[in-house]
């Protein structure tokens, strides 16, 4: 199995084999090209693993950071890794909108309203989007009727 940065060598070595036969090397140089673009995709789909990982990643880092209430780390995260903001709680049981909505905390939800990344219908695992549990668990008026005023969806 070829690794990656040796599939162009293999390739232009083979072509170069063929040099002494001018005709020959001619009519193969058209497999140079899909050894060159193979390369290239893989190239593009280890960019995108590792962005996948470092996503998971940055994702856990802020949701730490958000029940901790380290904004300036939040922001940091979520500056480099926008969709971390859609990060989900460590049992991947709510969204971070939804810690804070549990927490009664109108503080941590201003500060998310300041990303657009942020959903604030995004279910949990019962099924509540954060107004639903709010208005459903007792929460503050205060926090119910800011959700309703920053996009929540009453429906």
């Not at 005709?23 to 497999?31: K, P, S, T």
């Not at 673009?37 to 190239?43: E, M, N, T, V």
């Not at 969709?83 to 109108?106: F, P, Q």
């Amino acid at each position: 199995m070829l690794k990656r940065g040796e599939l162009d060598v293999k390739c232009g070595a083979d072509l170069q084999a063929f040099g002494t036969f001018p005709n020959l090397a001619r009519h193969l140089d058209f497999l140079n090209e899909p050894c060159k673009a193979f390369s290239q995709r893989l190239d593009k789909t280890e960019e995108k693993l590792f962005s996948h990982v470092t996503d998971l990643t940055s994702s856990g880092q802020f949701v730490k950071a958000f029940t901790e209430k380290n904004f300036a780390l939040c922001t940091k995260i979520a500056t480099a890794f926008p969709m971390a903001i859609r990060a989900r709680s460590e049992d991947g049981k709510k969204s971070v909108v939804h810690v804070a909505v549990y927490d009664n905390n109108l503080e941590s939800l201003k500060f998310l309203a300041g990303f657009a990344e942020v959903d604030w219908n995004m279910w949990d695992s019962y099924g509540e989007t954060p107004l639903m549990r709010c208005i459903r668990h007792g929460m503050s008026d205060e926090i119910a009727c800011w959700l309703m005023e920053n996009g929540a969806d009453v429906d």
